[in-house]
């Protein structure tokens, strides 16, 4: 991993800590968990406050993440806001601490001036034993503490404000003023400054969750359905009712569910060509399929003569493979036509004609979903699927290792907002 780290493809966007109060804090909320406090004076922070070195320093990469189900977080600050989560269980972690910092942004502003806040996002199951403990995940709170207890004493004050407003012999209570006045001083005026988060539950949308191997769960009006392996516990026999299942390897039905629930854009020569996604496709499948015949072939500098001279010297391989020229030919044909009739496509490959619909809420989720079926496009698979992506490159050699580093720094993180509306649709919201 250490290519990815120094080209920042794992582990970047981070939030350097390092100002001795903030680690302070930090390792309040460590010990508000029953963990250790770092010895660490400087690490790195992700949106929900997870530490790469102090989870090696830790030996638990789910340190914050127990059972996987329940996830922690530390919010030292509200710039945290603006970070990617770069370990959970499930993918929908990110968009959950988005919606709890909008909605308590006035609260994060005003805590993290003198504490941090820590807690749980809680939801109804504490161990995820089968699909059904999964199905069971319809809505989640977020329980919300203060290492300094700044939000404790906010509440103590504003109980003593209610007293001294209601009970009319509590002005005598010169004890009583008096704590108020110690409380003021560390919380301010409360009724300027809202110090307590107050949107805290918040619905449980379409996911993916890493359990059991990865499941996919999408939520619509009168079902949910499920893609995952069969060999999932629970799988069409919890909620068999309420519940479709697909098995992952069946594309014919996942086609079939995606497309008719809007959730994919179908090819059409106004989006095809614009985006080059085909020819995307088509130059990750020959480039896979060399690396698959010879490990040590230096794609880094393969320039298009050198691929033409590979193509027709391996051309029986080529066509036994069939994606490159399957993808060169369905270019041709859009380009005359203007689209393609997916029924006559097979298919094992018609995930590699289409993309989420751009405005669908799913489209992360579903882009997800197509990079995992089209596991030799690993540019699209470190877009939407980093965990899928990091496990596939442990196993790449040396040489494809260097290809791919090169590759995604020359391409997606030069501009990835750009890169990701040209190829994929995608507006940045």
Same mark, same amino acid.
């Not at 109804?124 to 059904?132: A, F, K, L, P, Q």
């Not at 030919?329 to 203007?338: F, S, W, Y």
């Not at 997916?342 to 298919?347: C, D, S």
């Not at 490959?349 to 289409?354: G, I, Y």
């Given at each position: 991993?250490?290519?990815?780290?120094?080209?920042?493809?794992?582990?970047?966007?981070?939030l350097d800590?390092s100002?001795? =109060?903030l680690?302070?804090?930090?390792? *309040?909320a460590?010990e508000?968990?029953?963990?250790?406090?770092?010895?660490l004076e400087?690490? /790195?922070?992700?949106m929900?406050g997870?530490?790469p070195?102090?989870?090696?320093?830790?030996?638990?990469r789910?340190?914050?993440d127990?059972?996987?189900?329940?996830?922690?977080?530390i919010v030292l600050?509200?710039?945290q806001?603006?970070?990617?989560?770069v =370990?959970?269980?499930f993918?929908?972690?990110?968009?959950?601490?988005? %919606?709890?910092?909008?909605a308590?942004?006035?609260?994060?502003?005003?805590v993290?001036i003198?504490?941090?806040l820590?807690?749980e996002?809680?939801? /109804?199951?504490?161990?995820?034993?089968?699909?059904?403990?999964?199905l069971?995940?319809?809505e989640?709170?977020f329980?919300?503490? /203060?290492a300094?207890?700044m939000?404790?004493k906010?509440?103590?004050?504003r109980e003593l404000?209610?007293?001294?407003?209601k009970?009319?012999?509590?002005?005598s209570d010169?004890?009583?003023?008096?704590?108020?006045?110690?409380?003021? *001083?560390l919380?301010?005026?409360?009724?300027?400054n809202a110090?307590?988060?107050?949107?805290l539950v918040?619905?449980?949308?379409?996911f993916?969750?890493?359990?059991?191997?990865g499941?996919?769960?999408?939520?619509?009006?009168?079902t949910?359905?499920?893609?995952?392996d069969p060999?999932v516990?629970?799988?069409?026999?919890?909620?068999p009712?309420?519940?479709?299942?697909?098995a992952?390897?069946?594309h014919?039905?996942?086609?079939?569910?995606?497309? /008719?629930?809007?959730?994919?854009?179908l090819p059409?020569?106004?989006?095809?060509?614009e985006?080059?996604?085909f020819?995307?496709?088509?130059d990750?499948a020959i480039?896979g399929?060399?690396n698959?015949?010879?490990?040590?072939a230096?794609?880094?500098?393969?320039d298009?003569i050198?691929?033409?001279?590979?193509i027709?010297?391996?051309?029986a391989?080529?066509a036994?493979?069939?994606?490159?020229p399957?993808?060169q #030919?369905?270019?041709?044909?859009?380009?005359?036509?203007?689209t393609i009739k997916?029924?006559?496509?097979?298919?094992e490959?018609?995930?590699?004609?289409?993309r989420?619909?751009p405005?669908?809420?799913? %489209?992360?989720?579903?882009?997800?979903l197509i990079?995992q079926?089209?596991?030799?496009d690993?540019?699209?698979?470190f877009?939407?699927? %980093?965990?899928?992506?990091?496990?596939?490159y442990?196993?790449?050699? #040396?040489k494809?290792r260097?290809?791919?580093v090169?590759?995604?720094?020359g391409t997606?993180? *030069?501009?990835?907002?750009?890169?990701r509306?040209?190829?994929?649709?995608l507006k940045?919201e």
């Open positions: 991993m250490k290519r990815l780290l120094e080209a920042e493809l794992i582990y970047g966007r981070l800590v100002e001795p =109060h680690v302070a804090r930090y390792n *309040k460590l508000g968990f029953g963990l250790k406090s770092t010895a400087r690490f /790195s922070i992700d929900t997870f530490s070195e102090i989870a090696q320093e830790l030996g638990d789910d340190y914050l127990p059972n996987r189900v329940n996830r922690r977080f600050t509200p710039a806001a603006e970070l990617p989560v =370990h959970t269980s993918s929908n972690t990110a968009a959950l601490m988005h %919606k709890f910092f909008n308590n942004m006035r609260a994060i502003n005003a993290t003198k504490d941090a820590y807690g996002i809680e939801d /109804s199951v504490s161990v995820v034993e089968d699909i059904d403990d999964l069971s995940i319809n989640v709170r329980r919300v503490l /203060s300094e207890d939000l404790g906010a509440a103590e004050l404000v209610d007293r001294l407003k009970v009319p012999t509590a002005w010169d004890a009583m003023l008096d704590r108020m006045v110690e409380l003021a *001083k919380t301010g005026d409360i009724r300027q110090l307590v988060p107050e949107e918040f619905r449980h949308e379409a993916w969750a890493n359990h059991f191997g499941v996919y769960v999408f939520l619509d009006q009168k949910t359905t499920v893609i995952c060999s516990p629970g799988f069409r026999r919890s909620r009712w309420q519940v479709s299942y697909i992952i390897s069946d014919a039905r996942i086609y079939d569910f995606l497309a /008719s629930t809007n959730r994919l854009q059409q020569a106004s989006w095809v060509q985006s080059g996604l020819q995307h496709r088509a990750m480039r399929l060399i698959e015949a010879d490990p040590d230096d794609l880094l500098n393969a298009r050198w691929l033409q001279t590979w027709h010297r391996n051309a391989l080529v036994r493979d069939g994606t490159y399957f993808l #030919e369905i270019t041709r044909a859009i380009a005359a036509t203007g997916m029924q006559e496509i097979a298919p490959n018609r995930f590699l004609l289409v989420a619909a405005d669908h809420p799913d %489209k992360w989720l579903v882009n997800q990079s079926l089209v596991p030799r690993f540019v699209s698979r877009v939407f699927d %980093k965990q899928g992506f990091y496990g596939a442990e196993h790449y050699g #040396e494809f260097e290809y791919v090169a590759t995604l720094t997606y993180l *030069k501009d990835k907002a750009a890169f509306h040209r190829l994929y649709g940045e």
